[in-house]
């Protein structure tokens, strides 16, 4: 059973910078894709953006694509997402999650992590 733990979240100005780490500890199977998605209270579970573990293919939300980047480290076990150019509307509390499937579904992820929270200020 694969565990999965986000850290990097904070406070930040709007245009400022933050880089989420995931970090997965068990078993962990090359081919899988590893996504973040955002959630907060007033809206459902957002797709941010996702990567397959074995090639790096890589797809954004149009909300993010231009700011955020999702890259990985096999060696470490750990997906990265660094955010550019932030703004109020990325508030939220960033998961990542593992799935078999390169889908941008969050009912085809099988392990989530807590969770980390972002807020962005104007």
């Known amino acids: 059973q694969v565990q999965l733990t986000e850290s990097g979240g904070g406070l930040v100005q709007a245009g400022g910078s933050l880089r989420l780490s995931c970090a997965s500890s068990?078993?962990?199977?090359?081919?899988?894709?590893v996504a973040w998605f955002r959630q907060t209270p007033e809206k459902e579970r957002e797709f941010v953006a996702r990567?397959?573990?074995?090639?790096?293919?890589?797809d954004y939300s149009e909300s993010v694509k231009g700011r955020f980047t999702i890259s990985r480290d096999n060696f470490k076990n750990t997906v990265y997402l660094q955010m550019n150019s932030l703004k109020s509307e990325d508030t939220a509390v960033y998961h990542c999650?593992?799935?078999?499937?390169?889908?941008?579904?969050?009912?085809?992820?099988?392990?989530w992590g807590p969770g980390t929270q972002v807020t962005v200020s104007s």
């Open positions: 999650a593992r799935s078999p499937f390169f889908s941008d579904q969050s009912t085809h992820y099988d392990s």
């Open positions: 068990g078993r962990t199977i090359s081919r899988y894709t």
């Open positions: 990567i397959t573990l074995i090639d790096g293919k890589t």
